[in-house]
């Protein structure tokens, strides 16, 4: 019997026909949504109804669904694209005509649609007839863009450089967003509060979702078993200074004991002026810089099989999915309430400054190993409780479409 057969009675035998049904329909429909977002560099006819009753939807969301040759490491996996995915899959199953564009594709004149879905991004979508949704990713715009300026500034004056900010995000009037009938933030209550106050009462919040977990991550054994003190400095986008890298490298220099490990991974590549200023400060034996290591590859397991915590002083974020993904894995967060993430007693709440980090990573690595490990379990537990919630929202999104 081939292999193929063997699946469909496998999967006949564990969840009847109705169900076995759905799951090649989701896999054919998926694999559809797919390799039209991956084969595409402007806006995308993603799929046409033949339902009399069709309505035609817009999905105006990340830049990486619509871009061919994008070196956006999670092209593949990052969980905005996920959720265009499945944004788009659900909308599809209730008979739409469905386009998809990046955030950003500009056009003098777009065709008629009856529902909008758009994540900010300082430029207007198009309006629709009916419902008009915006998505917003990051904290407050001049609350980001006067965080980051500042630690930019402060880099700056230290390393007598002249750098710019890297994730400046467009200004925004509310005024502006009275034509909206839906506004979503990624983030958590803390991300609210950077939000003008006669705001926060019409934005519903949408937690994010870590890209990756692995089963074998979250083994009991594994997570029993980590190496207390190895850390990583986690980040898959720009903005080093940003996510408070040089204070994770001081904050690490500063504490007198040779068996903590740093390991520095993300992309670097595109920063090098920032790494030029850091070298002296990496060259303690303590910290490894890693570079980008590809999520799920068996270098990507092996590192965080050992690690222990998550180091992310960042300055500000919406709800970062590094930290998340971490979570789900069982690594444990030092960082600041400005990642979105809720700062509770299973995480280690810092601020971005070199003192507080070295008190939170002495702190961290002197629990004790149970201590340790409810405290991952509870990481778990949390990111799993998130997942639920933004199905919850991502449904209520597209409830009158």
């Known amino acids: 019997m081939s292999i193929y057969k063997r699946e ?12 076995t049904f759905i799951l090649y329909r989701d896999e054919y ?19 046409k109804s033949l339902n009399f009753s069709k309505k035609n939807i817009l999905i105006r969301y990340e830049n990486q669904f619509a871009r061919r040759n994008s070196d956006h490491p999670f092209l593949k996996r990052g969980y905005q694209y996920t959720r265009c995915r499945k944004l788009a899959y659900k909308l599809i199953l209730k008979g739409n005509n469905i386009d998809v564009s990046g955030y950003d594709y500009e056009k003098k004149r777009f065709k008629y649609y009856d529902h909008v879905i ?3 991004s300082g430029i207007n979508p198009p309006k629709g007839k009916f419902t008009n949704v915006l998505i917003f990713s990051t904290s407050w715009p001049s609350f980001n863009n006067k965080a980051e300026k500042k630690r930019i500034n402060e880099f700056n ?18 005024s502006e967003l009275k034509k909206y009938d839906d506004i979503y933030l990624i983030g958590n209550k803390w991300t609210l509060s950077t939000y003008p106050k006669s705001l926060q009462g019409k934005i519903k919040l949408i937690p994010n979702q870590p890209s990756f977990y692995s089963l074998e991550l979250i083994n009991p054994v594994i997570l029993k078993n980590k190496i207390p003190t190895k850390l990583i400095f986690f980040g898959s986008s720009a903005g080093l200074i940003h996510k408070g890298l040089d204070l994770a490298i001081k904050a690490v220099n500063e504490i007198n004991n040779n068996n903590i490990e740093l390991l520095i991974m993300g992309k670097m590549d595109g920063e090098i002026k920032v790494i030029k200023a850091l ?32 180091l992310s002083p960042t300055c500000s974020e919406g ?37 507080s980090i070295k008190k939170g990573i002495q702190k961290a690595i002197y629990f004790k ?12 537990k949390y990111v ?3 997942r639920k919630i933004s199905e919850e929202m991502e449904n209520d999104i597209i409830r009158n479409m």
Do not use: H
Not at 10 to 18: H, I, S, T, V
């Open 8 to 19: 469909i009675f496998k999967r006949l035998f564990k969840y009847g026909l109705k169900q």
């Open 29 to 47: 429909l998926f694999r559809k949504i797919n390799n039209s977002l991956k084969s595409n560099n402007d806006l995308i006819t993603l799929y």
């Open 118 to 120: 758009a994540n900010y």
């Open 157 to 174: 004056k230290e390393y007598k450089l002249n750098l710019n900010p890297v994730r400046q995000i467009p200004k925004v009037k509310v």
């Open 279 to 310: 070298e002296k400060l990496m060259q303690n034996r303590i910290i490894n810089k890693i570079g980008w290591v590809d999520v799920g590859s068996k270098k990507f397991i092996n590192i965080f099989k050992e690690a222990s915590f998550c």
């Open 319 to 355: 709800q970062s999915e590094s930290l998340l993904n971490c979570m789900a894995n069982g690594i444990i967060p030092i960082t600041t309430k400005m990642s979105g993430i809720d700062v509770d007693k299973n995480c280690i709440e810092v601020e971005n400054n070199v003192e």
């Open 369 to 380: 190993k149970d201590e340790l490990y409810n405290m991952r379990k509870n990481c778990i």
């Open 384 to 386: 799993n409780e998130l």
